[in-house]
Every structure is written in C-alpha cells, then in structure tokens.
C-alpha cells in the first residue's frame, strides 16, 4: 500500500522536527516547506494527500491564512491548521480559507496523529468511488450521486471538497432526522471529535451557499438550535 505523501509547513525548526520525526516514524512520506514560495513550488510538482500548515511566521511578510487558501485553490487534499492561537475568530477565518481541521499548540502528540490518520481516511474514502454504491438522493432541485460522489443542483454541477459532501451526504442520508452536534462531528471528521461546532457552523454555511437558493433562508439543511441539524428529505 502506497505511503501517504505529507507536506509539512512551517519557519520553526522543533515544529518540523518533532512532526517529521513522528510521522515518518508511522511510515508517511514527509516534505518540508519554509515559506509560501516553497509552497508554491511543492504544490504544481506533487500533488500530496495531507498538508500540516503551521499559522505562526514570524515575518510579516508571509501569511499562513493566505498560504491555506492558496493549497485549496489547487487541491481538495485535507488541510490541518496549527497555530498557538487559540481563539473562535481565527479558527473560522481558517476554515473558511479551507482548512479541515484546526489544532492549537501545544497538543499531544497522540491526539495530532489521530486526527492525521481520520483526515487521511476521509481523503482516501473521498478518492475512490467504489464500495459506495448506495442509491441516488434527488429533493427538490438536488441531486447526490455517491457511486461518483458528485453534487448537483438543477442539472448544474455543484463543486464541494471532501468534507463538505461527507456532511452533506450524511444529513441527507438521514433525512428528516435531527442529528445532534456532536453526532455529526464524529460521524464526519472522525472518533476525535465532537466539540468543534464552530467547524460546523462555518460548513454548513458553505454548503448552504453552495445548494440553496437563498442560504439566509434554507430549504434542505435546517438548523435546530442549540440541538443540531437536520435535512429536509420531504421537498
């Protein structure tokens, strides 16, 4: 079995170190980038399955948040944000710029390579079309396909990365349930998780800009307050 082929980027040396160290060690193949032109450079040669950015340059000159969109121009591959900073506002910004996941430091080391391996299997399952072949879902104007998990929305292709069909296409599966916060969360990014509801406020609100026709107003993915969501599967 193929090796999963990291990018790991950051200006600090222990960063690299310690993450290269532990995840070559579990038998990832690891490259390295310094700054946003090394980014560059990778990103139109390789194409990788994981990246690890970390948010912290020192220079002012070089932003991380700029550097997550920049990947997610050119790659749906999963995206895992470190950073010191701890607060709401910046791990919005960052996954709203595309990042997957977003790990404050210092962390345990057991927790960042449990969330390496559920975002590895999220982009694995996201690569292959087989062993899926579950029926067509079409409400209203939208139709699901997961035998090519491909999205559209009256006959118009709709483009989403992994994670936002997974979420869709687990609301829709279940259709017309409510499905608790932390149901949804572990459903989708994995056992690790189940507090980061900020992740789902800022993907449901991509999907619903994505599918609906006014996202202020919704028709398929409703929010039941302080509970979860739920798909409306009757349209």
Not at 35 to 50: K, N, P, Y
Not at 75 to 93: H, M, Q
């Amino acid at each position: 079995m193929k090796s999963a082929n990291i990018l790991l980027i950051s200006e600090e040396p222990n960063i690299l170190r310690i993450l290269r160290r532990n995840l070559t060690s579990r038998g990832y193949s690891v490259s390295i980038a310094l700054d946003d032109q090394e980014v560059a450079e990778m990103v139109s040669g390789t194409e990788f399955d994981l990246y690890i950015l970390d948010l912290d340059f020192k220079s002012a000159e070089i932003d991380g948040l700029e550097i997550c969109s920049q990947i997610r121009e050119v790659s749906y591959a999963p995206i895992i944000v470190l950073s010191t900073a701890g607060s709401e506002a910046i791990k919005i910004k960052a996954l709203d710029l595309g990042a997957d996941d977003y790990q404050v430091m210092p962390f345990a080391m057991g927790e960042f390579l449990a969330r390496v391996r559920s975002a590895l299997r999220r982009w694995a399952t996201y690569q292959s079309n087989t062993g899926n072949r579950n029926k067509v879902i079409l409400t209203g104007d939208l139709l699901i396909d997961p035998e090519s998990r491909q999205v559209s929305v009256r006959g118009e292709a709709i483009h989403l990365t992994p994670i936002e069909y997974e979420l869709l296409y687990y609301l829709a599966r279940n259709g017309g349930k409510v499905i608790p916060h932390r149901k949804l969360l572990q459903s989708v990014w994995g056992a690790e998780y189940g507090e980061e509801r900020e992740y789902l406020r800022v993907f449901i609100s991509q999907l619903r800009r994505k599918i609906e026709d006014n996202p202020l107003r919704p028709t398929y993915i409703l929010t039941e307050p302080g509970v979860g969501y739920r798909f409306r599967g009757d349209k």
